[in-house]
């Protein structure tokens, strides 16, 4: 399934209006608004949202990609491997070569298009541990981040809707953890296969590996049902949901291909610099400048914002220098503490042809397509995972003896298990012939950190991304331990006479062996963290206050993963709309 033969653009999809949506600074009408939210993505669509609620306020959205209407794989679920990386939607970043894993390097996807990452992920949606939102309370030194606060906002963002194919959904999650009239719709899985019973039935014979009924409600350990942001059998996102229910207010604009250079400071206050003003625009055009009157929401996402904040001054001083860029905020921890899920595919083969592998050779693609364009129906309608898990290394695991426990909490995970009824590995294309199941080990707590750093001073060139991916003992230990839990998992009676075995390094059993199966295939599962992190108010380090406001400046605000000092126990975009919608708070508070 390939990038270049499956990208279509599909004809008469129901998309949001453009009405207020313009590609060129000459549409817009004003050069001032009330905020400037500079990302149309996960967070900075649901402020636009939430503050246009108030026909008083005026906010711009400016967005560097472009629009996400009729976009098929930003459309139909089961495609989106195939809108990133190399594509026009992409901003087609790759990570340095990474000392954990061979010196390779390796494509890192974010969405560069309307709904930003929502738009591009794999849709998984749930919320993380409850210890993620009480340590985020801790290390900001705000008890509102808590999980007990922090709860409320899943009944004004989520509205849980019906499976695709309509099964009874009863027993496959706990309807009183979700919302059923927020703004995106979210579902259960909605093509069901032959090997989501196994892997139920796997959870019953194996202790090690229990049932958990919901993840969505802040208890995440254990296997059960795969929660996404699709409705209907298509893709649910930030700009499918808050932007399209937005749109057609006058009081919000959104502006596409406006890439952002720098956030210009237009005055002092008290020792601290104003900074009002945001200059954009494309490769070999005339830059254009727009006014926040009230402030700038800076929701670019882990790479992007640290990126967008150096190049305006503020970040670590000798590295600025080193580029020609003024220091105006002297601040060492932007673009620092990178953190992000690393992910390794553990591939079994299988009997018989109940796998999707034909829709991955291209083969089942038509039959599927005339599906899912009929009635939204069939593999295509449905995400890359059935079940998935959270699971924890046993207590006495040899490496606590040496290092503290990194997960968030008792209650919170160290590595994620996905069960994918295909070949599913980024970078290895599948074999001519046979059936596959991959089985993703994913490494939740990582104790490495990593950075992005600016290349050059000149805005369109693509940051230094380093995530430092498996550098510590504890991430080696962990991974490779996943993997063995794995392979226990994939021998459960439940399984048999379906999986035939292991397929390549993945047959290795030796600590030697396993991780060289981890260092050779392992990347990202895209969920970069930390580059803005959040801490108490006053502290020297970090780069955002509790109300996440810029740290000794005054008009910014930061909205986005990018603030989140601990990598969450979730596929990041349910956490961060739970951010945003907190923010939102704040800043109507502000007003």
């Not at 963002?157 to 099964?167: L, M, Q, Y």
């Not at 980024?426 to 950075?451: D, E, N």
């Not at 430092?468 to 006479?497: H, Q, Y």
Request: hydrophobic share 40%; charged share 10%.
């Amino acid at each position: 399934m390939r990038a270049s033969s499956l990208l279509f653009v599909l004809s008469g999809v129901v998309a949001p209006s453009l009405a207020v949506i313009y590609t060129d600074p000459s549409q817009l009408s004003t050069s001032s608004y009330d905020y400037v939210i500079i990302g149309a993505g996960n967070a900075g669509n649901v402020i636009a949202n939430r503050l246009t609620e108030n026909p008083n306020i005026q906010v711009l959205v400016l967005e560097a990609g472009v629009s996400d209407v009729g976009v098929l794989a930003a459309i139909a679920p089961f495609l989106a491997p195939t809108l990133t990386p190399g594509t026009p939607y992409d901003w087609n970043y790759t990570v340095t070569a990474q000392a954990g894993l061979n010196n390779r390097t390796f494509p890192y996807p974010r969405g560069k298009l309307l709904g930003g990452c929502s738009t591009a992920n794999y849709m998984v949606h749930q919320y993380g541990s409850s210890s993620d939102f009480d340590k985020l309370a801790a290390d900001s030194g705000d008890s509102e981040w808590s999980w007990s606060n922090i709860k409320q906002y899943i009944y004004k963002h989520e509205k849980i809707v019906p499976p695709t194919d309509g099964h009874n959904a009863t027993g496959q999650y706990i309807p009183a953890n979700h919302g059923t009239s927020g703004q995106l719709p979210v579902s259960l899985p909605g093509n069901s296969q032959t090997i989501d019973a196994m892997v139920i039935a796997a959870t019953q014979q194996l202790s090690e590996f229990p049932f958990n009924p919901d993840m969505g409600g802040g208890n995440v350990l254990g296997l059960g049902w795969t929660q996404s942001s699709i409705g209907a059998g298509v893709r649910s996102s930030s700009s499918t949901s808050y932007l399209r229910n937005a749109v057609s207010r006058p009081n919000l604009t959104v502006l596409l291909n406006a890439t952002v250079q720098k956030l210009v400071k237009t005055s002092s206050w008290r020792g601290q610099p104003v900074f009002r003003s945001v200059k954009f625009g494309a490769p070999g055009a005339t830059p254009s400048y727009v006014y926040a009157t009230r402030e700038i929401v800076l929701s670019a996402g882990s790479i992007g914002t640290p990126q967008i904040l150096l190049l305006s001054g503020i970040g670590p001083k000798a590295d600025l220098t080193a580029l020609g860029i003024p220091t105006i905020i002297d601040n060492y921890s932007v673009g620092k503490n990178l953190s992000d899920h690393v992910l390794l595919p553990n591939i079994f083969e299988v009997n018989g042809n109940d796998s999707l592998d034909g829709i991955i050779r291209g083969d089942a693609v038509p039959a599927a397509m005339a599906q899912w364009t009929a009635n939204k129906t069939g593999p295509l309608a449905n995400g890359v995972t059935n079940n998935l898990g959270f699971l924890r290394l046993p207590s006495n695991s040899s490496i606590f003896s040496t290092v503290p426990d990194p997960a968030t909490g008792p209650n919170a995970s160290h590595w994620e298990l996905l069960v994918s009824n295909f070949w599913l590995n980024p970078y290895v294309s599948i074999p001519p012939t046979g059936s596959f199941m991959t089985i993703i080990s994913a490494l939740i707590s990582p104790t490495s950190r990593g950075y992005v750093q600016l290349a050059s001073s000149n805005p369109f060139a693509a940051p230094i991304i380093n995530p430092n991916f498996l550098t510590t003992a504890f991430d080696v230990f962990a991974i490779r331990e996943a993997v063995r839990a794995v392979k226990r998992f994939a021998s459960a009676p439940a399984w048999s006479g379906y999986v035939i075995g292991p397929y390549g390094d993945l047959a290795g059993t030796t600590d030697d062996q396993i991780d060289a199966h981890a260092r050779a295939l392992s990347s990202s599962v895209f969920h970069p963290v930390g580059t803005a992190s959040i801490s108490p108010e006053g502290a020297k380090y970090g780069v955002v206050d509790p109300d996440l406001t810029l740290k000794g400046a005054i008009g910014i605000r930061i909205v986005d993963a990018s603030v989140l000092p601990t990598i969450p126990n979730a596929h990041t975009q349910g956490p961060v709309y739970l951010l945003a919608e907190r923010a939102a708070d704040i800043i109507k508070a502000a007003q």
